[in-house]
C-alpha cells in the first residue's frame, strides 16, 4: 500500500491542524493505521492510532484529550485532528500502515509508511 501524508505546516502554540495520510494500492480496510512522529535527534514516537474498522482508537498518553483519529474506509483516508498544540509537538509526522494489525503504538509492527508532513508550532 502506498501511502501519502499532507496537511503539516506552521502553526502557533495553541493552534489546531488537521493531517491526513491517503492510502492506495491494497484494501485500506485491512490495514490498522497508526501516527507516529520524530523529532530531531529523537526516536519515532507513536503519537496515535485506529483500528482498520475504526472501533477502536489508541493515543500516546501526552496527546490524549487534544488529539482525536479517525478514519474513512470509503475514502482511504485516516486524519489525525489536532487541537491545543504545543511547541514540544514539532516534529515530523508519519503515517503508518499495520497489515491486519490494531493500529497500535508499536513502530516494528507497521508494515508500509508514508514520506512524513513536518509539523512546527512556534510559542
Known amino acids: 500500500v502506498q501511502l501519502q501524508a499532507y496537511g503539516g505546516g506552521l502553526v502557533q502554540a495553541g493552534g489546531s491542524l488537521r493531517l491526513s495520510c491517503a492510502a492506495s494500492?491494497?484494501?485500506?480496510?485491512?490495514?490498522?493505521m497508526g501516527w507516529f512522529r520524530q523529532a530531531p535527534g529523537k526516536e519515532r514516537e507513536f503519537v496515535a492510532g485506529i483500528s482498520r474498522r475504526g472501533i477502536n482508537t489508541y493515543y500516546a498518553d501526552s496527546v490524549k484529550g487534544r488529539f482525536t483519529i479517525s478514519r474513512d474506509n470509503a475514502k482511504n483516508t485516516v486524519d489525525p485532528q489536532m487541537n491545543s498544540l504545543k511547541p514540544e509537538v514539532t516534529a515530523v509526522y508519519y503515517c503508518g500502515a499495520d497489515l491486519l494489525g490494531p493500529g497500535t503504538g508499536r513502530s516494528s509492527d507497521y508494515d508500509y509508511w508514508g514520506q512524513g508532513t513536518q509539523v512546527t508550532v512556534s510559542s
Open positions: 494500492g491494497r484494501t485500506f480496510s485491512n490495514y490498522g
